[in-house]
């Protein structure tokens, strides 16, 4: 079985999962018993599952870009279903494939996997069957939609043998949906859909405080090092924007003495797994990471998100810093952000401005001659509310429901050096996102 969350460790996030997950739920509950196929009885004595197990036949499909947030909804869901017919089960790369077929082959109705695997797994036709599924759900959806995934999500949405019934649902769901990823997801849309927003879509929460400061390139190690030592204790994510960043980081501030632990796509699943139980038990309270932390984590009581390096706009751009920022002010408790400015991060200057004065957050001098001038509302090229017709890919909606809608750690440190103008926050900080667009169909 794949490594859980402990009861400590359970967190609620912005309730995307949930919103899902529950209604699915829901309508499967009464149903499970006629739709689900046949399954082994794996307590028998002597049952093995590669001579009496029978192949996977889900009934709902739930497509994530990471194997941690694969792990994280596999742990709801197995909560959600405890005590009924429906067993899910999680399928992604670096899980040993013994302990993935052992799930799969004792039988599934909730399949939770990274695209690269189910992909895999569709191929293998002795192992997984799609002719069941009544609901594929695509989470982080504009991330799925992005070119990296297109063969893969053109696979998973209409290949193999997925069932084409009426009944099949789709769904798609972002904390952020850009004109770009719903011109994507109109290529995979069947007419009539449904959209649903809640607020502006790539809106971010007021209840995390952003800061923005300049910092010259030279200089960011040592900035980083005053912030950390500066500010009250707690959960902190560093977001660095290559492998090799994260590794250099890392090494310094251990180096200086602070619990710092890291993450990338380059390490080994067991090395990830690790970072993440240490971060979220606070053995490791500080987190050195690249953009594969940004999407969807729900951890507990982060206090504290920093970009080390803000996002290019070649490379996710406003979107990627939504999603970073994220991480903390969760389920309506309060946050910070606060990234590191400079020459190279002007491609974003005007999108990062236009958030700040949304969310009321100080525009700071360097950057104030962007800002709309007094009384007047930032102006976002990607304003859903003016979206007409099939302009930016989509054809009136057949509805649209537009609503407005803490572990102790101990000191790491006591500061060597004058604390950094700019870096005080509040005590106390957990962790919400902000606006959560949703499209279904």
Not at 129 to 136: P, Q
Not at 312 to 327: D, K
Request: hydrophobic letters at 40%; one cysteine or more.
């Amino acid at each position: 079985m794949p490594p859980s969350q402990t009861d400590a460790d359970k967190s609620i996030g912005s309730g995307k999962t949930a919103a899902y997950l529950i209604p699915i739920l829901s309508k499967l509950m009464g149903k499970a018993k006629k739709l689900a196929a046949p399954r082994p009885n794996t307590s028998a004595p002597g049952f093995n599952p590669l001579i009496h197990g029978v192949k996977a036949e889900p009934l709902v499909v739930i497509v994530v870009p990471t194997r941690e947030l694969a792990v994280q909804i596999f742990d709801e869901a197995r909560r959600l279903c405890y005590r009924s017919m429906l067993r899910p089960c999680v399928a992604y790369g670096g899980l040993p494939s013994r302990i993935m077929l052992d799930q799969l082959n004792g039988g599934c109705d909730i399949l939770i996997a990274t695209p690269g695997r189910l992909c895999d797994l569709m191929d293998k036709p002795h192992v997984l069957t799609m002719s069941r599924v009544k609901y594929t759900v695509i989470d982080e959806a504009d991330e799925m939609l992005d070119q990296d995934w297109q063969e893969e999500l053109a696979k998973i949405m209409g290949g193999g043998d997925t069932n084409e019934d009426a009944d099949h649902v789709y769904l798609m769901f972002s904390a952020t949906f850009p004109k770009g990823a719903r011109l994507l997801a109109k290529e995979y849309m069947a007419e009539p859909y449904v959209r649903v927003r809640v607020g502006r879509a790539g809106q971010t929460h007021k209840n995390i405080r952003q800061n923005i400061i300049y910092v010259d390139g030279d200089r960011k190690r040592d900035a980083v090092l005053d912030l950390l030592l500066s500010t009250p204790v707690g959960r902190t994510i560093v977001f660095v924007n290559s492998k090799p960043g994260v590794d250099l980081l890392d090494d310094f501030l251990y180096n200086k003495g602070l619990p710092t632990t890291s993450i990338h796509s380059g390490r080994d699943q067991k090395e990830r797994e690790a970072a993440m139980r240490a971060f979220r038990v606070g053995e490791k309270p500080i987190l050195i990471a690249t953009g594969v932390s940004s999407r969807g984590w729900d951890i507990k009581d982060v206090a504290h998100v920093i970009n080390y390096d803000l996002p290019s706009a070649m490379y996710g751009g406003i979107t990627e810093y939504i999603h970073r920022i994220g991480r903390t002010a969760r389920i309506g408790n309060q946050g910070l952000a606060t990234s590191f400015y400079n020459d190279r991060s002007e491609d974003l200057a005007q999108d990062l401005v236009n958030i700040l004065v949304e969310c009321e957050c100080e525009v700071p001098d360097f950057l104030s001659h962007l800002a709309p001038e007094t009384g007047a509302q930032p102006q976002f090229d990607d304003n859903s509310d003016e979206e007409e017709g099939e302009a930016d890919g989509f054809a009136a909606p057949a509805a649209d429901d537009e609503t407005g809608a803490s572990a102790s750690l101990g000191a790491w440190g006591a500061p060597t050096e004058p604390a950094v103008d700019g870096f005080q926050a509040d005590a106390g900080f957990t962790a919400d996102t902000g606006a959560t667009a949703v499209a279904a169909w």
